[in-house]
Nanobody
Framework: QVQLVESGGGLVQAGDSLRLTCAVS????????MGWFRQAPGKEREFVAS??????YYADSVKGRFTVSRDNAKNTVALQMNSLKSEDTAVYYC????????????????WGQGTQVTVSS
């Protein structure tokens, strides 16, 4: 079993930066792929970014603005979000799976509870 707890959400203005962190417990962290998804009001949950051992993946909408990273010593994964836009407003979810393909497809085995990010224009 894997437990995921997100933190770092909040209210910011367009153009600002925000860093989300996900603390992971319950499994050997280095063996799981980690990722971030988001869900805006009235929309379906969508993939944002993921990281395997060293490989990273990003949605086109966040490429060049968001960076995903992991700290295997601290069992955490982070999402650094720069140049935020109002369309980035959503609940952001941390996710984990042994297979990065399954995670990237939107069907990870484990989810966090989500953290709200609101970007005012």
């Amino acid at each position: 079993q894997v437990q995921l707890v997100e933190s770092g959400g909040g209210l910011v203005q367009a153009g600002d930066s925000l860093r989300l962190t996900c603390a992971v417990s319950g499994r050997t962290f280095a063996s799981v792929a980690m990722g971030w998804f988001r869900q805006a009001p009235g929309k379906e949950r969508e993939f944002v970014a993921s990281i395997g051992w060293t490989d990273t993946y990003y949605a086109d909408s966040v490429k060049g603005r968001f960076t995903v990273s992991r700290d295997n010593a601290k069992n955490t994964v982070a999402l650094q979000m720069n140049s935020l836009k109002s369309e980035d407003t959503a609940v952001y979810y941390c996710a984990a799976d042994r297979a990065i393909g399954r995670l990237n497809s939107g069907s990870p085995s484990y989810w966090g509870q989500g953290t709200q990010v609101t970007v005012s224009s």
